[in-house]
């Protein structure tokens, strides 16, 4: 994770910023980011907060599902509608979670492979399982996934 995270700074006029006070007019500095663009540090304890919450909301859901399915379990049809309320207000605010289970698999994805499995039966790698979602903030990477993979249980002598 960066040291410290950016964002796109809100427009603002100098009385606006004035009337905030002089403590909140100092964590609205605006540094340089890659040329012209004017961007507002966000500490890295937040970002990591942002994430931990995420990361949890993504869990919950992910328990209220039917393994077998995919469906939602019958007894957690009334608590599933208000993580994915909050899941949706995590994309709104430009937080995208990722799980990539059921995903073809590429070495250069934003992943950790916690393990691969050899399966027979299959010509490409791909997700099994996803014990920690990818999650981007403003299209920025601030959680890198962790899966498991299926691997061809034998080579592919054609390669």
Known sequence: MPDDFNIPSPPRTDEQIDALGPQLRELLEA????????????????????????TNIWKA????????SGEVREEMKRVYRHVEAALEGMLEMGLEVKDHTGDAFDYGLPLKVITA????GITRESVIETIKPTIYW??????????VIATPATPNPSL
């Open 31 to 54: 540094k340089e980011i890659s040329g012209t663009a004017v961007r507002y540090g966000v500490p890295p304890q937040v970002v990591r907060s942002m994430t931990n919450v995420a």
């Open 61 to 68: 859901r992910v328990k209220m599902l039917d393994a077998a």
């Open 117 to 120: 499995q050899p399966t027979p």
């Open 138 to 147: 403003q299209q920025q990477l601030i959680q890198i996934g962790e899966v």
